[in-house]
């Protein structure tokens, strides 16, 4: 959103009480631990600790017990450890990460299962309580609680308009955009198709207007791709709306869930979690009717995947072609509900149920203001350096890692995940963490003119840049537009999916927080246009990929450029502010993201996709669907023999493979295509088996 679209850290604290719990015997361990950094507005009462590897038996066997008794966990059943929380009268202490039998095997290979929360006497300082707890041999790191507060002002510019009034306006002005789809609000996401012809260009004496592509390339893309299915989005965000009629055909579902059932079907650790999950809550109720909701989530979900060709509203960049299920997936991890932030813990929860429920895009409008950002104009300056950030947010870091190398699937499209994210909205020379962390992908704001967005944070740590738009730049000094959208729009900001007094409307915002759906947007679209054409990446050679799919930028900004702009709107007599586009040169990424460019560049990238190897119990049947590896795998048909019947029989019903284990071993399985490819799997059977081999 404009303007101070990022959050602050602010701790939440609990009253607290002490029990007690079996103990078990403890292996030796040094003592020791360094210093602990925490932030500076920590308070008592709530420790996030991770322990040594070492400790891994005996913190399974003391979760085993409560999981017998029915009970909470209040103690870890290292003597040591324990010693120390009955000191600080702890009361609770509980796994971070809930146990999934399908994904705990790369859990603990990551030592996610080795971070744990307890809660302790509110009158103990929590720097003494960490530095003794952080003394501990058996304890690897400590971490502070937190609860990630909203930073911008709620009455902060927002114009919305509903269908039927969107409908009417179109019909009056009698535009029409260059597009296939008849949504009628496509028309004035000059975002997506910019003409250079736009309603506020020229609206005031600064005279500042819109150039011609200056957008993200779905023209020539949508005729290529216009999403798909299998590519999931995670929404970190306000919950986003999934009954929007423009946004319900695109929502991701898990099907073995069902709301309110009090069950969990799947065994992820969730109980009804069908439309994904409310982290703030700590429920599967997906909000967005609070009074104090913004609609943030859902207009940065429509930008991505609002539903193409239905003739209702506006377009998402993947959002299908009409036709049932021909979009992305928008999972919504809800991190704000209300006047409610999420804690630390239950965000890095969120990051890492996206990655384990299929998403394989993180998309993140929000983080900790920039390092660099301005004391004297109110922000909290975030983190300075890599090192600082993950000193004072490990289990933010190690979540975010889990992510970005377990997302999706050797097998699939893509190997990772990508975490995208705003750069942030505090006009500062460095984006703020997480994005600025290395593996991660932060996005600057556009203005629709390629220069860059008056408040966007730039630097040489953003990779891409996408339209934010930029009310400041084309409205004239202290006037915004109004709250409805009636008599014309002069802000050339982002238009997408949104919700006024808990019903669906559409909606312009502007910020990094709408640019960077647009990077995600695209992404899913080259991801989608990946799964047609059977191509496989690693993460990081998709990055690289879309790196490289960008209009260049710097040519804007160089031969003395200037920039006038009117900083904030605070007064009608307002001088205008100028800036040297210079400064921006070689520090807004490599350059504006284009989805027509990338999908070209997909065309013959990567590698081929390869039939996955099976796992499969004895006298148990795993399926695998052929088609999704062969391009035009549909009209395909295939021949596979079992190199040892004895260990694994197959057999082919249409273009799904049926694999069933006789006896444990493992042996080989040749498929055979009718356009000439042929591919040999691994087949592995074990007394008890799932899909990835955890016993």
């Not at 039927?164 to 996401?189: H, M």
């Not at 289990?395 to 377990?406: G, H, M, P, R, V």
């Not at 984006?431 to 040489?460: M, Q, R």
Request: proline share 4%; aromatic share 10%; glycine share 12%.
């Amino acid at each position: 959103m404009k303007k101070k679209f990022l959050y602050t850290a602010l701790f939440a604290l609990t009253l607290t009480a002490c029990s007690e719990q079996e103990l078990i015997e403890q292996p030796s361990t040094p003592t020791g631990g360094t210093e602990v950094q925490l932030p500076v507005d920590v308070t008592s009462g709530e420790l996030l600790i991770k322990f040594d590897p070492a400790m891994t038996e005996i913190l399974d066997r003391s979760h085993a017990v409560a999981t017998r008794s029915g009970g909470a966990m209040t103690r870890s059943g290292i003597p040591s450890t324990d010693e120390v929380l009955d000191i600080l009268g702890a009361y609770h202490f509980e796994r971070i990460f809930p146990v999934d039998a399908s994904n705990e095997e790369r859990t603990r290979a990551a030592g996610l299962h080795l971070w744990y929360r307890v809660k302790f006497d509110e009158n103990t300082d929590v720097k003494e309580a960490a530095r003794r707890i952080s003394q501990l041999g058996e304890i690897s790191k400590v971490q502070a609680n937190s609860r990630i507060q909203r930073a911008y002002k709620k009455q902060s510019y927002r114009t919305y308009i509903s269908e039927s009034a969107l409908e009417q306006k179109v019909a009056t002005r009698g535009v029409a955009a260059k597009s296939a789809f008849s949504d009628p609000g496509l028309a004035y996401q000059w975002h997506y198709i910019n003409s250079g012809d736009n309603e506020f260009d020229n609206q005031t004496a600064l005279q500042n207007g819109s150039r011609v592509g200056c957008d993200v390339g779905c023209a020539e893309a949508w005729t290529k791709c216009t999403g798909d299915p299998s590519i999931i989005v995670a929404i970190l965000d306000e919950g986003v709306m999934n009954t929007h009629p423009d946004l319900k055909g695109n929502i991701w579902i898990n099907e073995g869930e069902e709301l309110y059932a009090g069950k969990d079907n799947d065994g992820n650790g969730y109980k009804d979690d069908k439309y994904g999950y409310n982290f703030v809550s700590n429920s599967a109720v997906i909000s967005w009717q609070d009074i104090n909701d913004t609609g943030h989530g859902t207009h940065v979900a429509g930008t991505i995947g609002a539903m193409n060709g239905n003739g209702k509203g506006v377009c998402g960049i993947a959002g299908g072609n009409g036709t049932p299920d021909s979009g992305v997936k928008i999972m919504s991890c809800q991190v704000f509900a209300g006047n409610y932030g999420v804690t630390l813990d239950g965000e890095a929860r969120a990051i890492k149920y996206a990655a384990d429920n299929g998403a394989v895009i993180l998309q993140c409008s929000w983080g900790y203001n920039s390092s660099l950002a301005s004391l004297v104009e109110g922000y909290t300056p975030g983190p300075g350096s890599e090192e600082e950030w993950s000193d004072l947010y490990p289990l933010e870091k190690e979540s975010l890692d889990y992510f970005i190398n377990n997302a999706g699937s050797p097998n699939g499209v893509i190997d990772g995940g990508l975490a995208i994210f705003a750069a942030g909205n505090e006009y500062a020379a460095k984006p703020g963490f997480p994005g600025a962390y290395s593996k991660c992908i932060p996005v600057g704001a556009l203005a629709a003119d390629f220069t860059p967005a008056s408040y966007t944070n730039y630097g040489k740590e953003v990779v891409l840049s996408a339209p934010g738009g930029d009310t400041e730049y084309y409205n004239p000094v202290g006037q915004d537009d109004p709250e409805r959208w009636e008599n014309g729009i002069y802000s050339g900001s982002i238009l997408s999916t949104w919700i006024q007094d808990g019903q669906p409307v559409y909606g312009f915002m502007d910020g990094t927080s709408m640019a960077c759906p647009h990077v995600s947007g695209v992404a899913a679209l080259g991801l989608s246009y990946a799964v047609k054409q059977r191509r496989h990446f690693k993460a990081s050679e998709f990055i690289k990929l879309l790196k490289e799919s960008v209009k260049p930028l710097d040519s804007w900004y160089g031969g003395g450029q200037i920039k006038s702009y009117y900083r904030n709107h605070f007064s009608h007599g307002a001088s205008a502010t100028k800036i040297e586009l210079s400064r921006y040169a070689g520090k807004m990424g490599a350059g504006l993201v284009d989805a027509g460019m990338l999908l070209n560049n997909i065309e013959g990238s990567g590698s081929d996709m390869l039939v996955p190897n099976v796992y499969v119990a004895e006298a148990a049947t795993s399926t695998v669907n052929l088609a999704y590896y062969f391009v035009n795998g549909e009209n395909l048909t295939y021949t596979c023999t079992s190199g040892d019947a004895a260990i694994a029989i197959v057999k082919v019903e249409g273009t799904l493979m049926k694999v069933s284990g006789v006896k444990t071993g493992a042996t080989r399985i040749t498929v055979k295509v009718s356009n000439g490819m042929e591919q040999t799997i691994t087949v592995t059977v074990r007394k008890k088996a799932n899909d990835n081999g955890w016993m």
